[in-house]
């Protein structure tokens, strides 16, 4: 006799990231919403190789997982300080911006103590059942199981890019990404000639902390990256209004060939540095060469450099071939260990691949996403796909900043309950992104004396 299937879920979230994590606090408080959210992971984890001692977040405390769209929700930022007896001296502290470790870590807190959270649970496929019209949610490992939901949202987060150049060495001992940056850093113990590849803020972390690791010791560290000016992250108020659901609207509704050339065009807004970790660095350089000149101490910052050609060299080590962006001049640099601080990009997960026929992908093979957050599915699926940090094409460099994470779990979470779950506001923005409506013409005033044309007949 076969048993009854339990009721299928409402929502269930593939992978526990801070962007599917803030959904599940926001769904756990949900009235008639029944979610679920699995992660290949024994326990939740926040790029832990760039958890630097002294690292800060770049978004103030209130971009946690539930506080920009319910400040009242027990899994705030602000209700985890008290329970680990630290609001006074959060208090004291007079710091907008958290210890990235400290981030990490509210995030665990939440994650352990959420009952929809489940790790150790990796999606290995992802089915669409037509006769049932739900989802199926296949897991592997140990625990084999398949779950039923009408609506699946997948935050499975980036992977390290390594650039093409550097695709001959990508085995090499001595090149890594810097995602694995503290727990590779001791292997650097013996390298003598150091290169940071990348001006975004890991690639600023990583080198101010081997500026401090390794001063006085003779190593040559180097940073280089193709960016023609270490220009710090935009922070002013009226800048950030870019990361606003008011620019996310005005940023979807442009068409596709004008999006895809804004983002790389707006890097300053979510791929420099911090203006604080860039003036860490000089102050760094100006304290220690006190007394020398400025060339005594072996630091190159190579900034207009591209990386064009990277080997192992004939006699050891590495050689990479560079170009001046600018003047298009070539020079060999010789090094003895790279960290790639080359940032990250979506890749579609191959749990997607019996569903990929159903998919409507866009001509460059992405994901074609509403306002909503849910991708476009052929005819008959009724089922609700959504993506989370997977759609930068079509609503920008909003997409993945902390900062509009609450919001737009708020977003997916009222479009699958059909219902405003939480009432998010109509204006976020002091800032008019699009231009006025187009309006007629106006035609001039008839001279004085002139007799008005007689009015056509309708």
Known sequence: MDLPQPEPYDLIGVGIGPFNLSLAALADRADGVDALFLDARPEFRWHPGMLVDGARMQVPFLADLVSLVDPTNPWSFLNYLRHQERLLPFYFAERFQLPRREYEHYCRWAADRLPNCRFGR??????????????????????????????????????????????????????????????????????????????????????????????????????????RALAPMEYSKLGLEQFTPDYTRY????????????????????????????????????????GRPLDADPVEILPGTAVTEAAAGPCGGLELHCRHVDSGRRHLVRTDAVVLATGYRAVRPALLDPVADLVDWDEHGRY????DHRVALRPGVTGGLYVQNAELHTHGVGTPDLGLGAHRAAVILNAVAGKPLHPLPHRTAWTTFAPPASVPPVLPRPQEGHVRAAAAPR
């Open 122 to 227: 990796p999606v290995t496929a992802l089915h669409w059942d037509a006769e049932e019209e739900l989802f199926r949610v296949v897991t592997g490992g140990p625990a084999a199981e398949e779950h039923r939901a009408r609506n699946v949202v997948l935050g499975v987060g980036t992977e390290p890019v390594h650039p093409e150049a550097f695709a001959p060495l990508r085995a090499h001992p001595a090149v890594w990404h810097s995602a694995e940056y503290l727990h590779r850093r001791d292997t650097l113990a013996g390298a003598r000639d150091i290169t940071v590849v990348g001006s975004g803020q890991s690639g600023a972390e990583a080198f101010l902390d081997l500026l401090r690791l390794r001063a006085g010791d003779g190593t040559r560290l180097r940073w280089l990256t193709r960016t």
């Open 368 to 371: 074609r996403v509403d306002l």
């Open 251 to 290: 940023f979807h509704g442009l068409p596709a060939d004008t999006r895809d050339a804004l983002v790389p065009a707006q890097w300053q807004l979510h791929k420099a540095a911090s203006a604080e970790t860039l003036a860490e660095i000089h102050d760094h350089l100006y304290e220690r060469t006190v």
